[in-house]
């Protein structure tokens, strides 16, 4: 399942069958403590490694149902205006996050959360480093906007099975969008 701003998920509400929490280290609660069972298990493989060579990583933002996208989005909306929103944010029906494939990553600490500095703290930069390892790809690299539709989010990790994601790494394919040939989504149809 790939989802960019050009193939929302459908139905726009969809909710996963099988959402569960996984045994990690939480900084949030409630529906963002979630993922679907086979990425929350990856997870625990992927956070459990991290911390043997001494990287704490948190699961900062997991699932979010179509109403709470509604929520965040409009947030964006009405702080930054549509336009910066839409390279901010997902429009509802449009978010990996409603999926359960995808999560957003912390360090416990709270440095440069969410922000362009994330890159260079210990937990991103193991997680692009090693996230391949345990199925995960950072969705959304560094200058490929114009392919994924978004900036750079070095917190931002998505499932995709061990071999896809290892192949990936291996042949230097750094989007979804090249790696299954699908035409780039910069912007909404």
Same mark, same amino acid.
């Given at each position: 399942? $790939?989802?960019?701003?050009? +193939? /929302?998920?459908?139905?726009?509400?969809?909710?996963?069958?099988?959402?569960?929490?996984?045994?990690?280290?939480?900084? $949030?609660?409630?529906?963002?403590?979630?993922?679907?069972?086979?990425?929350?298990?990856?997870?625990?493989?992927?956070?459990?490694?991290?911390?043997?060579?001494?990287?704490?990583?948190?699961?900062?933002?997991?699932? +979010?149902?179509?109403?709470?996208?509604?929520?965040?989005?409009?947030?964006? $909306?009405?702080? +930054?205006?549509?336009?910066?929103?839409?390279?901010?944010?997902?429009?509802?029906?449009?978010?990996?996050?409603?999926?359960?494939?995808? &999560?957003?990553?912390?360090?416990?600490?709270?440095?440069?959360?969410?922000? /362009?500095?994330?890159?260079?703290? /210990?937990?991103?930069?193991?997680?692009?480093?090693?996230?391949?390892?345990?199925? &995960?790809?950072?969705?959304?690299?560094?200058?490929?906007?114009?392919?994924?539709?978004?900036?750079?989010?070095?917190?931002?990790?998505?499932?995709?099975?061990?071999?896809?994601?290892?192949?990936?790494?291996? +042949?230097? $394919?750094?989007?979804?969008?090249?790696? &299954?040939?699908?035409?780039?989504?910069?912007?909404?149809?």
């Amino acid at each position: 399942m $790939v989802v960019n701003k050009h +193939r /929302p998920l459908s139905p726009a509400a969809f909710i996963p069958p099988d959402l569960v929490q996984p045994a990690v280290r939480l900084a $949030v609660s409630g529906e963002a403590a979630l993922l679907n069972s086979t990425t929350a298990a990856a997870a625990e493989r992927m956070f459990a490694a991290a911390a043997t060579a001494g990287v704490v990583m948190t699961l900062a933002s997991g699932y +979010r149902s179509f109403v709470t996208q509604t929520s965040t989005y409009n947030g964006y $909306v009405a702080t +930054r205006g549509q336009a910066e929103a839409d390279t901010a944010s997902a429009r509802p029906g449009f978010s990996e996050h409603q999926t359960g494939w995808s &999560f957003d990553i912390g360090d416990g600490g709270g440095a440069c959360s969410f922000q /362009p500095c994330f890159a260079e703290q /210990p937990a991103a930069v193991w997680a692009k480093a090693n996230a391949h390892r345990f199925g &995960f790809i950072v969705r959304y690299p560094w200058m490929y906007h114009e392919t994924t539709g978004y900036y750079y989010e070095s917190w931002h990790l998505r499932f995709i099975g061990v071999e896809a994601a290892g192949d990936m790494a291996a +042949r230097g $394919v750094p989007t979804l969008e090249e790696y &299954f040939g699908l035409e780039s989504a910069p912007a909404y149809l």
